[in-house]
């Protein structure tokens, strides 16, 4: 009951937002978590009733500041070591691979560019905004840069100490924006906490948005009969793996695992856009197994190792793993190797094609950055 109140005074007070990811300590001091889970779902009569019992202010009906509870992630055991395969009568699925269609756009991509180069004496320009010294934004940054020089993109950055302003910030985004030569702005996330993301990445000029995060394109993404100018950059990747493999998604069942602003939802809505008939499965979804069991395509984006087992898995099905999870690996160099969230021993015995990680989705992301300043770069020169 402890956790009921804490929760319920939180959100009639209207401040769940400060609760959200919180440190675990925070979250654990709920002692009852399945009362936290209900009063979220179950709405009205959990709040109603701590309200009556507790004299509380009562809550809007539905206000903008919807709750958004921070939840702890699962350690899952480990998939289990499998039997040798019989490959007599064991199917085995298809691997897709990233790795090699993500090359085979990046040729395609340096070909537009020289055309491009041919026709107005111009190539595209992509800018990079990174704060602060996180070893692994560097790494990311780095990987974009050299990808941009590959294809002849021309790539531009400014790497901003952790101590910056949020006008310093928005000051450098503004001076891209301004830049003709430039035809796509992207913000390294995370950026250090005292920095407002929202704002950072709201002013980013549409035009240039080429990670597809600003909420115009976004909400046109999400409209019928609407065009965004970007579609973010890994759903966007998802998509055309599964076209390039000959996936027909038209009428197909599709399950989305994970709901996030740049993978999940968007991934939904292209699946909805290519006529799949979508479900979202997200933190608080019951029965994830059943829904997802029935999906003739499934795509998951989760961030922990082995959630989706064999048995969630329709015979046949078509998986796209987003999922990058380290897991412990003594047997590697750096003590860890990276796995999806798909049981990949089971699932390849089980469905008819299949991502690997790494190699899968991964590779594509990088791709379709380089296809979304191209894109923007036609755009702006007139080409077609
Ligand atoms: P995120 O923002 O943390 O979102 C994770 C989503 O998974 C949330 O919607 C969450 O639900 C849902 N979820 C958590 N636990 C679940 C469970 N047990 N069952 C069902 N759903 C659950 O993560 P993200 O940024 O979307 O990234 C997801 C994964 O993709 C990560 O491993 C990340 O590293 C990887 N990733 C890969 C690439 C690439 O290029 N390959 C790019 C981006 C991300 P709630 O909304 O209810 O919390």
């Known amino acids: 009951m402890e956790g009921l109140s804490w929760n319920a005074a939180a959100m009639a007070t209207g401040s769940f937002k400060s609760l959200v990811r919180a440190p675990p300590q925070l979250s654990m001091a709920v002692s009852d978590y399945s009362a936290v889970t209900w009063s979220r779902s179950g709405g009205s009569h959990s709040i109603r009733a701590a309200i009556a019992a507790e004299k509380m202010p009562r809550a809007p009906l539905l206000g903008w500041n919807l709750p958004d509870v921070w939840r702890p992630r699962p350690n899952l055991p480990p998939c289990p070591a499998l039997p040798e395969r019989n490959l007599a009568v064991e199917p085995i699925a298809a691997v897709i691979d990233g790795k090699a269609i993500a090359q085979e ?37 780095r990987s974009k840069k050299k990808a941009c020089e590959e294809v002849g993109i021309k790539s ?44 950072i990445l709201n002013a980013v ?49 599709a399950v989305v695992i994970g709901r ?19 479900t979202i499965v997200h933190s608080y979804t019951k029965n994830a197994e059943d829904i997802t069991r029935e999906a003739d395509i499934v795509i998951s984006a989760v961030g922990v190792a082995n959630l989706v087992r064999g048995d969630w898995l329709k015979p046949g099905a078509v998986v796209i793993d987003v999922g990058i999870n380290p897991v412990e690996d003594p047997n590697s160099k750096r003590g860890y190797r990276l796995v999806g969230d798909v049981c990949y021993e089971e699932a390849s015995r089980i469905v008819s094609a299949i ?22 770069a036609k755009r702006a020169y007139g080409l077609t």
């Open 105 to 141: 756009i990046r040729g395609e991509i340096a070909g537009e560019v020289s055309r491009m180069r041919d026709a107005v004496g111009k190539v595209p320009g992509l800018a990079v905004v990174l704060v602060g010294a996180r070893k692994d934004s560097e790494t990311y940054v």
């Open 156 to 199: 531009l950055g400014i790497d901003l100490p952790e101590e910056s302003t949020e006008d310093e910030v928005l000051r450098a985004v503004m001076m891209f924006n301004d830049d003709p030569s430039v035809h796509g702005v992207l913000v390294q996330l995370p950026l250090p906490q005292h920095i407002c993301e929202e704002k």
């Open 205 to 253: 000029s549409i035009d240039k948005d080429v990670d597809g995060f600003h909420p115009l394109n976004i909400g046109r993404l999400a409209m019928q009969g609407r065009e965004p100018l970007f579609v973010p950059c890994t759903p966007k990747g998802c998509i055309e793996l599964l076209i390039r493999s000959g996936i027909d998604m038209m009428g197909k069942r």
């Open 260 to 278: 996030s602003n740049i993978v999940g939802a968007p991934a939904a809505m292209l699946l909805q856009r290519h006529n799949a008939t979508v």
């Open 355 to 376: 991502t690997p990680v790494p190699g899968g989705v991964g590779p594509m992301t990088i791709a379709m950055l380089l296809s979304n300043t191209l894109e923007s």
